[in-house]
Protein backbone atom coordinates (compact mmCIF):
# COMPACT_ATOMS: atom_id res chain seq x y z
CA UNK A 1 0.00 0.00 0.00
CA UNK A 2 1.73 3.23 -1.12
CA UNK A 3 1.68 5.93 0.56
CA UNK A 4 1.98 9.92 0.26
CA UNK A 5 3.80 10.05 -3.04
CA UNK A 6 5.42 13.63 -3.41
CA UNK A 7 7.81 14.35 -6.35
CA UNK A 8 10.30 15.66 -6.99
CA UNK A 9 11.68 15.36 -4.21
CA UNK A 10 14.37 17.67 -5.20
CA UNK A 11 13.76 20.87 -7.37
CA UNK A 12 16.03 23.48 -7.87
CA UNK A 13 14.98 26.71 -9.89
CA UNK A 14 16.21 29.94 -10.61
CA UNK A 15 14.61 32.71 -9.42
CA UNK A 16 11.70 33.98 -11.77
CA UNK A 17 11.18 30.32 -13.35
CA UNK A 18 7.70 28.17 -12.31
CA UNK A 19 7.99 25.55 -9.65
CA UNK A 20 5.27 23.07 -9.93
CA UNK A 21 5.29 20.40 -7.17
CA UNK A 22 2.99 17.12 -7.54
CA UNK A 23 1.38 14.95 -5.17
CA UNK A 24 -0.34 11.62 -4.81
CA UNK A 25 -2.54 10.97 -2.14
CA UNK A 26 -2.51 7.01 -0.52
CA UNK A 27 -5.54 5.26 -2.72
CA UNK A 28 -8.33 6.10 -1.09
CA UNK A 29 -8.04 9.48 0.11
CA UNK A 30 -9.68 12.14 -1.19
CA UNK A 31 -8.45 14.92 0.95
CA UNK A 32 -5.27 16.84 0.02
CA UNK A 33 -3.39 19.23 2.59
CA UNK A 34 -0.07 21.21 1.73
CA UNK A 35 2.26 22.28 4.11
CA UNK A 36 5.26 24.63 4.05
CA UNK A 37 8.13 24.25 5.93
CA UNK A 38 11.02 27.27 6.29
CA UNK A 39 14.24 26.84 7.80
CA UNK A 40 13.95 26.99 11.28
CA UNK A 41 9.98 26.74 11.54
CA UNK A 42 7.51 24.80 11.52
CA UNK A 43 4.87 23.18 9.34
CA UNK A 44 3.03 26.21 7.91
CA UNK A 45 -0.74 25.00 6.82
CA UNK A 46 -0.98 26.66 3.14
CA UNK A 47 -3.91 24.97 1.31
CA UNK A 48 -6.52 21.96 2.04
CA UNK A 49 -8.71 20.24 -1.10
CA UNK A 50 -10.79 17.41 -1.99
CA UNK A 51 -10.96 16.48 -5.43
CA UNK A 52 -11.91 18.97 -7.87
CA UNK A 53 -12.58 21.90 -4.97
CA UNK A 54 -10.34 24.21 -2.77
CA UNK A 55 -11.29 23.65 0.44
CA UNK A 56 -9.68 26.11 2.54
CA UNK A 57 -6.51 28.36 1.31
CA UNK A 58 -6.66 30.69 4.10
CA UNK A 59 -2.24 29.94 4.04
CA UNK A 60 -1.67 30.10 0.70
CA UNK A 61 -0.08 33.64 -0.26
CA UNK A 62 -2.03 35.69 -2.32
CA UNK A 63 0.09 35.81 -4.99
CA UNK A 64 1.96 33.62 -7.20
CA UNK A 65 0.89 30.69 -5.83
CA UNK A 66 -1.89 27.90 -6.70
CA UNK A 67 -3.14 24.52 -5.82
CA UNK A 68 -5.49 21.86 -7.63
CA UNK A 69 -6.44 18.30 -7.12
CA UNK A 70 -8.23 17.44 -10.66
CA UNK A 71 -10.77 14.65 -10.90
CA UNK A 72 -7.85 12.33 -12.25
CA UNK A 73 -4.02 12.81 -11.52
CA UNK A 74 -2.40 13.79 -8.18
CA UNK A 75 -2.54 17.64 -6.72
CA UNK A 76 -0.45 20.13 -8.11
CA UNK A 77 1.02 22.92 -5.95
CA UNK A 78 2.46 25.72 -8.81
CA UNK A 79 4.47 28.65 -7.81
CA UNK A 80 4.78 31.21 -10.19
CA UNK A 81 8.00 33.74 -10.56
CA UNK A 82 10.00 31.69 -7.51
CA UNK A 83 11.99 34.16 -5.55
CA UNK A 84 14.71 33.30 -3.03
CA UNK A 85 12.02 33.53 -0.09
CA UNK A 86 10.16 30.45 -1.80
CA UNK A 87 13.31 28.26 -0.57
CA UNK A 88 11.41 25.56 1.82
CA UNK A 89 10.41 22.02 2.31
CA UNK A 90 7.17 21.56 0.80
CA UNK A 91 5.01 18.55 2.26
CA UNK A 92 1.87 17.16 1.25
CA UNK A 93 -0.80 14.71 3.60
CA UNK A 94 -3.42 12.71 2.80
CA UNK A 95 -6.48 11.70 4.46
CA UNK A 96 -9.56 9.75 3.30
CA UNK A 97 -12.17 11.65 5.03
CA UNK A 98 -12.83 14.39 8.05
CA UNK A 99 -13.34 13.34 11.28
CA UNK A 100 -11.55 12.17 14.03
CA UNK A 101 -10.41 8.63 13.01
CA UNK A 102 -8.34 10.17 10.09
CA UNK A 103 -5.11 11.39 10.68
CA UNK A 104 -3.29 12.51 7.91
CA UNK A 105 -0.45 10.62 6.24
CA UNK A 106 2.59 12.99 5.30
CA UNK A 107 4.94 12.46 2.24
CA UNK A 108 8.09 12.66 2.11
CA UNK A 109 8.26 16.26 0.71
CA UNK A 110 9.84 18.42 -2.35
CA UNK A 111 12.73 20.16 -1.25
CA UNK A 112 12.94 23.49 -3.72
CA UNK A 113 16.05 25.53 -3.64
CA UNK A 114 15.80 29.20 -5.60
CA UNK A 115 19.27 30.18 -6.81
CA UNK B 1 -5.85 32.50 16.59
CA UNK B 2 -4.68 28.97 17.83
CA UNK B 3 -1.19 28.37 18.04
CA UNK B 4 1.56 25.30 19.34
CA UNK B 5 4.60 26.23 21.10
CA UNK B 6 7.46 23.91 21.78
CA UNK B 7 10.25 25.42 24.34
CA UNK B 8 12.80 22.85 23.40
CA UNK B 9 14.23 23.45 19.79
CA UNK B 10 17.52 20.87 20.65
CA UNK B 11 17.57 18.30 23.11
CA UNK B 12 21.00 16.19 23.62
CA UNK B 13 20.56 12.80 25.70
CA UNK B 14 22.74 10.35 25.96
CA UNK B 15 21.29 6.66 25.66
CA UNK B 16 18.81 5.41 28.45
CA UNK B 17 18.15 8.93 29.64
CA UNK B 18 14.55 9.76 29.90
CA UNK B 19 12.96 12.15 27.52
CA UNK B 20 10.14 15.11 28.25
CA UNK B 21 9.24 17.57 25.52
CA UNK B 22 7.32 20.63 26.05
CA UNK B 23 4.17 21.47 24.07
CA UNK B 24 1.68 24.04 25.20
CA UNK B 25 -1.21 24.90 22.68
CA UNK B 26 -3.47 27.93 22.35
CA UNK B 27 -7.14 27.40 22.08
CA UNK B 28 -9.85 27.72 24.42
CA UNK B 29 -12.03 25.16 23.11
CA UNK B 30 -12.22 21.61 22.04
CA UNK B 31 -8.85 20.14 20.77
CA UNK B 32 -7.27 17.42 18.88
CA UNK B 33 -3.96 16.23 19.68
CA UNK B 34 -1.08 15.08 17.68
CA UNK B 35 2.91 14.04 18.45
CA UNK B 36 4.60 13.64 15.04
CA UNK B 37 8.29 12.60 14.45
CA UNK B 38 10.43 12.87 11.45
CA UNK B 39 13.55 10.70 11.22
CA UNK B 40 16.43 11.53 9.03
CA UNK B 41 15.12 11.72 5.06
CA UNK B 42 11.83 10.97 5.81
CA UNK B 43 8.49 11.94 6.05
CA UNK B 44 6.21 12.63 8.48
CA UNK B 45 4.79 10.02 10.96
CA UNK B 46 2.20 9.77 14.14
CA UNK B 47 3.77 8.83 17.28
CA UNK B 48 0.02 9.56 19.11
CA UNK B 49 -3.01 11.22 19.46
CA UNK B 50 -5.45 12.48 21.87
CA UNK B 51 -8.71 13.06 20.98
CA UNK B 52 -11.13 12.40 24.66
CA UNK B 53 -11.24 9.93 27.12
CA UNK B 54 -8.08 9.07 29.42
CA UNK B 55 -5.35 11.94 29.04
CA UNK B 56 -2.69 9.33 29.25
CA UNK B 57 -2.19 8.08 25.59
CA UNK B 58 0.55 5.73 24.56
CA UNK B 59 1.91 5.77 21.22
CA UNK B 60 4.17 3.56 19.40
CA UNK B 61 7.98 2.67 20.01
CA UNK B 62 7.30 3.51 23.57
CA UNK B 63 6.40 7.20 23.45
CA UNK B 64 3.41 8.80 25.48
CA UNK B 65 1.91 12.14 25.96
CA UNK B 66 -0.27 13.73 29.21
CA UNK B 67 -2.59 16.10 28.10
CA UNK B 68 -3.58 18.71 31.10
CA UNK B 69 -6.59 20.81 29.71
CA UNK B 70 -5.91 22.75 32.91
CA UNK B 71 -1.93 23.89 31.60
CA UNK B 72 -3.04 23.72 28.04
CA UNK B 73 -0.46 21.22 27.13
CA UNK B 74 0.55 18.00 25.92
CA UNK B 75 4.18 16.85 26.49
CA UNK B 76 5.70 13.70 25.21
CA UNK B 77 7.71 11.77 27.08
CA UNK B 78 9.55 8.39 27.18
CA UNK B 79 11.59 6.41 30.29
CA UNK B 80 14.35 5.47 28.01
CA UNK B 81 15.57 6.47 24.95
CA UNK B 82 17.57 5.13 22.29
CA UNK B 83 19.85 6.46 19.55
CA UNK B 84 17.58 5.40 17.01
CA UNK B 85 15.23 7.70 18.45
CA UNK B 86 17.32 10.57 16.99
CA UNK B 87 14.66 12.58 15.19
CA UNK B 88 12.64 15.60 14.93
CA UNK B 89 9.47 15.74 16.95
CA UNK B 90 6.63 17.90 16.41
CA UNK B 91 3.57 18.41 18.41
CA UNK B 92 0.46 19.73 16.62
CA UNK B 93 -3.12 20.47 17.50
CA UNK B 94 -6.48 20.31 14.99
CA UNK B 95 -8.87 22.86 16.65
CA UNK B 96 -11.37 22.62 13.94
CA UNK B 97 -13.58 19.95 16.19
CA UNK B 98 -15.95 22.66 17.36
CA UNK B 99 -17.43 23.08 14.35
CA UNK B 100 -18.02 19.37 13.49
CA UNK B 101 -14.51 18.42 13.33
CA UNK B 102 -14.90 19.60 9.71
CA UNK B 103 -11.06 19.70 8.57
CA UNK B 104 -8.40 18.09 9.59
CA UNK B 105 -6.25 21.06 9.39
CA UNK B 106 -3.30 20.90 11.68
CA UNK B 107 -1.21 23.48 13.42
CA UNK B 108 1.95 22.69 14.30
CA UNK B 109 4.59 23.53 16.45
CA UNK B 110 8.37 24.72 15.28
CA UNK B 111 9.83 21.16 16.05
CA UNK B 112 12.36 19.82 18.66
CA UNK B 113 15.29 17.93 17.72
CA UNK B 114 15.95 15.36 19.79
CA UNK B 115 20.02 13.84 19.42
CA UNK B 116 20.57 10.62 21.30
CA UNK B 117 24.40 10.10 22.16
CA UNK B 118 25.01 6.52 22.48
Known amino acids: NAGVMQNPRHLVRRRGQEARLRCSPMKGHSHVYWYRQLPEEGLKFMVY????????ESGMPKERFSAEFPKEGPSILRIQQVVRGDSAAYFC?????????????FGNGTRLTVT | AQSVSQHNHHVILSEAASLELGCNYSYGGTVNLFWYVQYPGQHLQLLLKYFSGDPLVKGIKGFEAEFIKSKFSFNLRKPSVQWSDTAEYFC????????????????FGTGTLLAVQP
Open chain 1, 49 to 56: LQKENIID
Open chain 1, 93 to 105: ASSPRTGNDSPLH
Open chain 2, 92 to 107: AVNAGVSYGGATNKLI
